[in-house]
């Protein structure tokens, strides 16, 4: 008999989840927003999809609009050190568009799709309905008490503050890429090109250490109001970017593409069992970090994909605690990777880092290299901790 399986979250993990599993096994998704709802609502991300997320995501609905990102530019203070180049072209295509989009397809593709706001409470009666349920809500989650992973779990409080806005008017950097300028001790702005239901846009994302300089947004709740601060804090802090805006078209795409959130990272062990019943988590809800490297979109997704062939390894024995730790044993490295590239990258940069930086601006070589750990985490934790492996 097919095996039945229930996923609660329509978002990147949600929706992969879908496209992949509905191939083998009968899909049920549980979710709370209509596409309309998306589609009208607040963004969510910058959601940048390096070259193997964008890979993973075929089966979704393609957006060959998006702008194509193809360097990461990397600027200490006002000095512009370097560009680095992308292995393969990149992509940030607004959630709200892309979610509507795979939630419209999907139904038409015969997915079963669930409207509720499914409750902790409600988990163990869920999980009983599956074979498999997947809880993948997101930073909203989990649903499910998933046990913390103390190891991966070094900070308690967010170690930034998290300021985005999707504008007009901002002409873009050449070679096409992200933009990185690091203010030391005040935080970092990263500026994308990225696409939208009205077109293409630039996103300005700061991440603010609290407290400092750049933690200028507090009690900002209007469209016009984040429009004005950011402007005045572009013109104070980053000249190269207050340089490519022109000042008449500088406006928000539309009224709900700002967002401010602070995000304490958490790692938990993604598989429970409910009584008889595996549940697993996928993305977010178990896998939460800083969006600093840009990194949770395509964790999300490769997760996604591993659980995927965890279950098709499994597809005829009973899915219980040990496909759970299958499924774990072969994302932890990934995970250890990313986190701790992630989270020290929160803090003060490392000396031998900060080298590198500076010995990219004469290298391009190098300047290649540091692109890349974006698009090969594993990398990055390599050259920050000195290491090939993480354990
Ligand atoms: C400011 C910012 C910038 C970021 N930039 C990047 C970036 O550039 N690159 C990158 O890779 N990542 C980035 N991220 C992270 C990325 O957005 C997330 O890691 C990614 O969206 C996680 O996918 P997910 O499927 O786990 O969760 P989500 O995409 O959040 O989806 C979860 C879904 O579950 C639904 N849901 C929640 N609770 C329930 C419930 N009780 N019942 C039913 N449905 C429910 C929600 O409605 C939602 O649609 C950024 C994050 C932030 C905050």
């Known amino acids: 008999?097919?095996?039945?399986?229930?996923?609660?979250?329509?978002?990147?993990?949600?929706?992969?989840?879908?496209?992949?599993?509905?191939?083998?096994?009968?899909?049920?998704?549980?979710?709370?927003?209509?596409?309309?709802?998306?589609?009208?609502?607040?963004?969510?991300?910058?959601?940048?999809?390096?070259?193997?997320?964008?890979?993973?995501?075929?089966?979704?609905?393609?957006?060959?609009?998006?702008?194509?990102?193809?360097?990461?530019?990397?600027?200490?203070?006002?000095?512009?050190?370097?560009?680095?180049?992308?292995?393969?072209?990149?992509?940030?295509?607004?959630?709200?568009?892309?979610?509507?989009?795979?939630?419209?397809?999907?139904?038409?593709?015969?997915?079963?799709?669930?409207?509720?706001?499914?409750?902790?409470?409600?988990?163990?009666?869920?999980?009983?309905?599956?074979?498999?349920?997947?809880?993948?809500?997101?930073?909203?989650?989990?649903?499910?008490?998933?046990?913390?992973?103390?190891?991966?779990?070094?900070?308690?409080?967010?170690?930034?503050?998290?300021?985005?806005?999707?504008?007009?008017?901002?002409?873009?950097?050449?070679?096409?890429?992200?933009?990185?300028?690091?203010?030391?001790?005040?935080?970092?702005?990263?500026?994308?090109?990225?696409?939208?239901?009205?077109?293409?846009?630039?996103?300005?994302?700061?991440?603010?250490?609290?407290?400092?300089?750049?933690?200028a947004f507090k009690g900002i709740k209007s469209a016009p109001d984040f429009e004005e601060r950011m402007r005045a804090t572009v013109q104070q802090h980053f000249p190269a970017i207050e340089a490519r805006i022109h000042a008449e078209h500088f406006a928000l795409v539309d009224h709900g593409a700002y967002l401010q959130t602070a995000i304490t990272p958490v790692v938990r062990r993604p598989y429970a069992m409910h009584d008889d019943k595996l549940i697993l988590g996928c993305g977010d809800s178990v896998i939460l970090a800083d969006p600093i490297t840009g990194q949770g979109c395509n964790t999300a997704s490769y997760c996604a994909e591993q659980l995927v062939a965890t279950l098709l390894e499994h597809q005829e024995s009973p899915w219980d605690e040990q496909v759970g730790l299958a499924y774990w044993s072969r994302i932890r490295p990934y995970v250890a990777a990313v986190t701790d590239w992630t989270n020290a990258m929160l803090g003060p940069m490392p000396g031998h880092i900060v080298q590198l930086l500076m010995q990219a601006a004469g290298d391009q070589e190098t300047a290649d290299r540091i692109a890349h750990w974006f698009e090969q985490p594993s990398s990055a934790y390599a050259a920050f901790f000195q290491s090939s492996e993480r354990s």
């Open 1 to 215: 008999m097919t095996k039945r399986i229930g996923i609660i979250g329509n978002g990147v993990a949600g929706l992969q989840l879908a496209y992949a599993l509905k191939q083998e096994f009968d899909v049920t998704l549980h979710h709370y927003e209509d596409p309309a709802d998306i589609r009208q609502g607040r963004i969510r991300s910058t959601q940048v999809h390096f070259h193997p997320a964008v890979e993973r995501a075929q089966r979704m609905p393609a957006v060959d609009e998006a702008p194509l990102i193809q360097t990461i530019h990397f600027s200490m203070g006002a000095q512009k050190l370097f560009v680095g180049r992308l292995a393969g072209p990149a992509k940030s295509v607004d959630q709200r568009l892309a979610f509507a989009a795979g939630m419209s397809d999907l139904m038409r593709q015969g997915v079963v799709f669930r409207k509720d706001r499914v409750m902790p409470n409600e988990i163990g009666s869920l999980a009983e309905t599956y074979d498999l349920l997947i809880d993948a809500t997101g930073k909203a989650g989990p649903l499910f008490p998933f046990p913390v992973e103390q190891e991966l779990t070094p900070l308690q409080s967010p170690q930034r503050k998290c300021i985005v806005g999707y504008f007009t008017g901002v002409s873009p950097v050449a070679p096409a890429g992200v933009s990185i300028t690091v203010l030391p001790g005040a935080g970092e702005l990263f500026e994308i090109p990225a696409y939208t239901e009205k077109g293409p846009v630039t996103i300005l994302f700061i991440e603010a250490v609290p407290e400092g300089p750049l933690d």
